[in-house]
């Protein structure tokens, strides 16, 4: 009994002694303990930074707003028949409500027309302000539109009912009250500038006293320009309207427009009125088209 006594610690003690079992064992509570000790990594998500806003620059957005005629070389700017450089004329219709419109174009500092709207509250002033300023005048008749009554019409102004004798009333006391006026034109008149007879009375009387008529084509169907030559008067078209939208780059793009045609045909004549955005786009645009071949002039200059 004894002996097997022996015999079985013998045993035990060569199992659990032995070196190969204790590298297996130690082998193996180190791995285990490798794996416990070391944390995975965990994903770091990255946010994306938003972009700044970037302001706008105030110069850039006035480059957009102001948009400058593109200067011709010297050798490439037509000239006019008569060997003159390319000359474009401004008419400001509507004048006569108010004397500092008057002044704010006069300090352009260009040669300029003022069509002054019999009745009006400074008609009288702006007239005077203009002929002691140098600034040619013209009437602005008013007269009848296709939206009339509807279309609001000066108390004064010429209507397609009206006989011969009123009509030559009217034009010769707007005569009278303008004796500095050296032509006329027309202030709306889409429907009155398409009748014949009607505009070769009112042609007749400012042929008598020697003024000449501008057709402001407010109507596609307009005779006021053909029945004036049939008269022998000196006369002319308006080939651009400036200002029908009131913004700057509207305007200058306009602008733009009457510059091509006076370089194209040696002549333009524009048609403008004294809003505000309208002088603001005149006084910045103006000054500069000397020297890009372009010649204001009053717009008696330019009819024939």
């Known amino acids: 009994m004894v002996i097997l006594v022996l015999i079985v610690c013998v045993i035990a003690g060569y199992y659990f002694l032995s070196p190969e079992k204790k590298t297996a064992v ?135 009912a009206m006989d011969a004798g009123q009509l030559q009333e009217r034009v010769s006391a707007f005569i009278q009250q303008f004796p500095g006026a050296v032509g006329a034109n027309n202030h709306m008149g889409s429907e009155f500038t398409e009748r014949e007879e009607l505009m070769t009375v009112v042609l007749k009387i400012l042929h008598k006293h020697d003024l000449f008529f501008i057709d402001s084509v407010t109507s596609p169907g307009s005779c006021g320009a053909r029945v004036a030559q049939q008269l022998g008067m000196r006369t002319a078209r308006r080939q651009v ?6 913004n700057g780059v509207y305007i200058r793009g306009q602008l733009n427009q009457a510059i091509r045609l006076a370089r194209k045909n040696g002549s333009a004549i524009a048609i403008c009125h004294p809003h505000p955005a309208t002088i603001a786009a005149l006084s910045a645009a103006l000054p500069e088209l000397a020297g890009q071949g372009i010649q204001l002039v009053p717009v008696s200059q330019l009819v024939k």
Not at 61 to 75: C, G, I, L
Not at 241 to 246: A, I, P, R, T
């Open 241 to 246: 309207f400036l200002d029908n939208e009131q």
């Open 26 to 160: 130690t082998s193996k509570k180190t791995d285990r303990s490798h794996t416990t000790s070391v944390t995975p990594a965990t994903p770091v998500t990255r946010v994306p930074t938003p972009p700044v806003p970037t302001l706008p620059n105030p110069q850039l957005r006035e480059q957009r707003e102001y948009v400058p005629a593109a200067p011709v070389p010297e050798t490439e700017k037509p000239v006019a028949r008569d060997g003159s450089t390319a000359r474009l004329a401004i008419i400001i219709d509507d004048m006569g409500s108010s004397l500092s419109e008057a002044r704010s174009l006069a300090a352009i500092k260009v040669p300029l027309t003022f069509a002054i709207i019999p009745g009006l509250r400074s008609d009288k002033g702006v007239a005077s302000f203009a002929a002691s300023n140098s600034i040619e005048t013209m009437i602005h008749i008013p007269m009848q539109s296709k939206g009339w009554p509807a279309q609001r019409l000066e108390a004064n102004g010429l209507l397609v």
